[in-house]
Antibody, heavy 122, light 106 residues
Framework: EEQLVESGGALVQPGGSLRLTCAAA????????MDWVRQAPGKGLEWVGR??????????EYVASVKGRFTISRDDSKNSLYLQMDSLKSEDTAVYYC?????????????WGQGTMVTVSS | DIQMTQSPSSLSASVGDRVTITCRAS??????LNWYQQKPGKAPKLLIY???SLQSGVPSRFSGSGSGTDFTLTISSLQPEDFATYYC?????????FGPGTKVDI
């Protein structure tokens, strides 16, 4: 079964750092674009960023609000995706999901993890 | 950035009703439009991709249509398990954006 499992969410103080992990099973992430999406409490979905696949050199994209603070990376040997979050702000408080982008389906997110909660508060 | 809007923001319906949700993009996105269903405390689930293609395993009462800037998600006969929030999402540009969501409740 193809699945994604996130981990690493925690309570962190403003200005702090956190790294989230997204472990994939049932498929090889190096073949796929992989994204992070977040959802603040009681709010809608917000696209955070992308790591393109090996064919595109694992290049990355970010939403403006996190550019320069968040970094997406991968470890193919562990079939895992990461989100390094630095200089965290209260507005980064959210459930963070990783999701697979399926090019053959209009670039839709066809697989999602269960989410991991990040709370930024003093 | 492409802005996505949805209407209505919420609606009340009964089991068996036909429900239509509209999504509009701020510029043409061809058919790079996807629909997701989200229930409380759960991850979103893909329903429709490329505007009108039904994701595998999704009941046929869900359908999508549209192209360019205007899109529609239709539930032909609402079932109890369909009460949820629905989001549209454009995948036309490198930076994807979501609509604000439509909550469907009883």
């Amino acid at each position: 079964e193809e699945q994604l499992v996130e981990s690493g969410g925690a309570l962190v103080q403003p200005g702090g750092s956190l790294r989230l992990t997204c472990a994939a099973a049932g498929f090889i992430i190096s073949d796929h674009y992989m994204d992070w999406v977040r959802q603040a409490p009681g709010k809608g979905l917000e696209w955070v960023g992308r790591s393109r696949n090996k064919f595109k050199g694992y290049t990355t994209e970010y939403v403006a609000s996190v550019k320069g603070r968040f970094t997406i990376s991968r470890d193919d040997s562990k079939n895992s995706l990461y989100l390094q979050m630095d200089s965290l702000k209260s507005e980064d408080t959210a459930v963070y999901y990783c999701a697979r982008v399926y090019g053959g389906k209009g670039n839709a997110f066809d697989i999602w993890g269960q989410g991991t909660m990040v709370t930024v508060s003093s | 950035d492409i802005q996505m809007t949805q209407s209505p923001s919420s609606l009340s319906a009964s089991v068996g009703d036909r429900v239509t949700i509209t999504c509009r993009a701020s510029q043409s996105i061809s058919t790079y439009l996807n629909w997701y269903q989200q229930k409380p405390g759960k991850a979103p689930k893909l329903l429709i991709y490329a505007a009108s293609s039904l994701q595998s395993g999704v009941p046929s009462r869900f359908s999508g249509s549209g192209s360019g800037t205007d899109f529609t998600l239709t539930i032909s006969s609402l079932q109890p398990e369909d009460f949820a929030t629905y989001y549209c999402q454009q995948s036309y540009t490198a930076q994807f954006t979501f609509g604000p969501g439509t909550k469907v409740d009883i």
